[in-house]
């Protein structure tokens, strides 16, 4: 069962990073789940930096589920939540000159290597508009123009990249630009124009919406033909896109060709039958009830003939039993992260924690690099942040197992509390297959088997499918426990404990008495007419509070942290006896499944308004198709 987030709850980011080298390409890199807008972003600069990391972001809306979004919108949130006059805000700006530096090089051939020529202040611009959709601030420029002494002049062409770019990408989704085919012509090409692949996701979904609008104003692609049935609308729709972008790229003396191709591949392509997945789930419910009903009668003293016949009579009644609603697993690690720290508050504790050293290790490498007036990250830097990361990996890890532990230990207890539903499912059962029995004239012993191996069957097959839900949550949390411990032995479970033993509640205890005897102490002292020195009232309050303060951590121990911990650890058991089988689907899949719902969340909504939760947009024509980001191949960006 997911928790559901406290009201005061701020957003949560969650970022990851897949590498697309063509060494790693497809393998994790590395990710970070944090409430600081300012480690946040500052992971996301120094990380998408590298060049062969494509960095996913997502954060928490008001339900408390992650949702995908630009990376940019979080170093937007950063500077937004930061006063004027705060030192991370100089710290920020440094990382940002940084990133743009970066990009002012294209090191796709020689990663390891200066690039030859001059700085491409063009590109670095493109770049810009599209990672953050808005203008570098003046700041940025001030710092980037630090690094190259008298290059205020070419930063001007960074500044209308920049500004061409990121005007694009906001008009994108905008009733301004629906109807003016001009203008959606000139927004595509400023798009379809050469751009850093590692801004991608936000350039390529407000080009395809650029080519949906310009579909629906061709007349030859307004409407798809009525003769069309099942998903042909659907490919229909593919290809008057993909027709748009040949028709505004290819020679103009081959459009009439391609529009004729086109008209005739419409009606060519078959339809796609394949039942759906509710038909395809009630086939096997009828080929599990069946063979429960088979096993429970070859286990019954009849011969062939009478075993036939009480078959007939029970499978000509009976349905087989309907699923029955489990508390499923998180959809990600960070997910079940969040739900861990938000039902344990000893976890929220140490995320906060674990925040803190981040966001001072990446405040104090920042501050350093200014103050040396080093523009680009230098290994020391790489050293001086891998701790903090080395401590978030590891908390964000074990909270991870344990959200998804303590998830499974609530379907097994809902699984439990289901039995007795089966049994009274059954009883009906039993009694709908006797009554059969005794209308088709069987005899009565073979009217009671009858009742007996439909009560046997119904009970079987409800258990069958609690079974197999809950061995697919087992393999799920098996995934997980490989990802994060690879060779786990022991100990595993004292790690998964660390902070919520038996020892952090007697040292909790022993402060509550300890801080309750100072307390006490105090207030004595304050009633004895005879004392000469009488505590202030700021001391008695501030003795409250640490009191106060210690009693609510030890009852958060004994209500709230030790009860989930020993259901989380009940629900180990069975999961260590699993093959430690990896999820399905590679780095380069999850990647394009990220692009695919970013593309459909930027066309959704205003791209720059990314920071809330995008409505669905009302389609001109029926049926909409979801805009396709290129599908990301591994080994290549």
Known sequence: MTAPPPPSEPPQYALTSIYTDPYLGGTDGPSLLTADPVAAAHFFLDTDRLGHLEVRAHATGHDGSLTPIRAGDIVHRALAELPAGDA??????????????????????????????????????????????????????????????????????????ALRTARAIRQAAGPVVEEDRQLLVANWRILNSSWPAREEPAVLAAANWYLERLADLDPLTAQPPADLTDTQPARWREDAVDLQRDLLVLDPQLHPARIEAFTAHAHTVPADRTPDKAARAEETDHRRFDTALAVALRHLPLDEEVRERVR????????????????????SAADAALDWRRRVPSAQRAAADTDAVLTQAYTHVARARREAGEGRRSLADQSSTAPAHKLAAETTG??????????LADAERAATAHEPHLHTAAGAAAQTARVAAQALGLRPMEAHYAEQAAYTATFDAGRCLLDEALTEQRAAVRATIAAHYPRPDHSLSDQLAAGIDNQTAARAQNAVAVLGRELDNLLAQDRDPAARLRPTAEQIKEARSRSDAAGRRLNDIVSKDRPATRAALRALREVMDLPAVP??????DRLTRHLRRLTERLTGALPGAATTTAGPRPARHQPRRQARPTTVKRGMR
């Open 312 to 331: 007939s009579a029970a499978a000509g009644v009976l349905q087989p039993p309907q699923p029955l609603p489990l508390p499923g697993q998180p959809a």
């Open 398 to 407: 074990r909270h991870a197992v344990m959200g998804r532990l303590l998830a």
């Open 88 to 161: 991370r805000r100089d710290t920020l700006r440094t990382a940002q000159a940084d990133w743009l530096e970066d990009r002012l090089w294209d090191r796709q051939d020689e990663p390891f290597g200066a690039a030859p020529g001059g700085p491409d202040w063009i590109r670095a611009g493109t770049a810009w508009g599209a990672a953050f959709t808005t203008l570098p601030g003046a700041d940025v420029l001030a710092e980037l123009a630090s690094h190259y002494p008298g290059a205020q002049e070419p930063q001007v062409p960074l500044v209308m990249a």
């Open 583 to 588: 999820p399905p689907g590679d780095g380069a």
